[in-house]
Nanobody
Framework: QVQLVESGGGLVQAGGSLRLSCTASGRTFNSYAMGWFRQAPGKEREFVAAISGSGATTYYADSVKGRFTISRDNAKNTVYLQMNSLKPEDTAVYYC????????????????WGQGTQVTVSS
């Protein structure tokens, strides 16, 4: 069993930055591919970014490519999402996710979800 706890959300003006963190319990963190997803009000949850267990491979949704960076520190059991040049359309609840395979995480087929953290971008 893996528990994921997100932090770092908040209110920011358009053009600003935030860094989300997700810390996992357990001793096998580096065996999981990790991902970030988001869900805006009235919309379905969507993929944002994913990173392989080693951190060597990353993948981004087109809507955030060039603005967001996913990274991980396996010694700290933590994955990060650095969000720059934020836009009002980035407003959503952001969820951390863990899965066994990098490609399946991208598809949303994950084993564990965090509780979510709210990100609000004002115009």
């Amino acid at each position: 069993q893996v528990q994921l706890v997100e932090s770092g959300g908040g209110l920011v003006q358009a053009g600003g930055s935030l860094r989300l963190s997700c810390t996992a319990s357990g001793r096998t963190f580096n065996s999981y591919a990790m991902g970030w997803f988001r869900q805006a009000p009235g919309k379905e949850r969507e993929f944002v970014a994913a990173i392989s267990g080693s951190g060597a491979t990353t993948y981004y949704a087109d809507s955030v490519k060039g603005r967001f960076t996913i990274s991980r520190d396996n010694a700290k059991n933590t994955v990060y999402l650095q969000m720059n040049s934020l836009k009002p359309e980035d407003t959503a609840v952001y969820y951390c996710a863990a899965g066994g395979a990098f490609k399946t995480v991208i598809l949303g087929n994950v084993a564990y979800w965090g509780q979510g953290t709210q990100v609000t971008v004002s115009s």
